[in-house]
């Protein structure tokens, strides 16, 4: 994956367009090339305000970079796989959405301590033995832990 950065320092000194704040925005292209050559190269943009003045260490291209990476890096880490494992995107519910997200969110980084490669086998592992999962809310440290050690 290639990402640049364009769009630096537009040149606002804080009083930019009704953002309070606002000293840049950017712009971010990702340029993806998929192991399977058939299929196409995607190029996206993604666009970001920050307070963050140009010139600065942390307004400085490499660093806005860096946070935009960590950024999706959330993005991809959390909230892809409570969508692809959990369907989360695909959930009607109306009271209690954000209790059952944070459930979600912590079913994940338990799930991380499952030793199973592939997300669904852990779920899988898990549904099949639900110890795993009250031993994983008992633990004060995470190793990681193996179907058999229940």
């Given at each position: 994956?290639?990402t640049?950065?364009?769009?630096y ?27 399977n ?8 943009d993604h ?6 003045r ?27 796989v ?28 338990l ?8 997300t ?23 190793p990681?832990l ?5």
């Amino acid at each position: 994956m290639d990402t640049r950065i364009s769009g630096y320092g537009h040149g606002s000194q804080g009083d930019g367009g009704g953002w309070p704040g606002l000293r840049q925005v950017i712009c971010i292209r990702c340029r993806r090339e998929p192991l399977n050559a058939d299929r196409p190269v995607t190029v996206e943009d993604h666009y970001y305000l920050t307070s963050r003045r140009p010139g600065t260490r942390r307004g400085s291209p490499e660093a806005l970079l860096a946070a935009g990476r960590r950024h999706w890096g959330i993005e991809n880490e959390l909230h892809h796989v409570k969508d692809r494992s959990m369907g989360e995107d695909a959930g009607r519910c109306r009271r209690g959405a954000t209790a059952l997200a944070r459930l979600r969110s912590l079913a994940v980084g338990l799930m991380e301590h499952v030793e199973e490669q592939w997300t669904p086998l852990k779920h899988i592992a898990v549904a099949a033995n639900p110890l795993i999962g009250l031993r994983l809310l008992k633990q004060k440290c995470f190793p990681k832990l193996r179907g058999k050690d229940f």
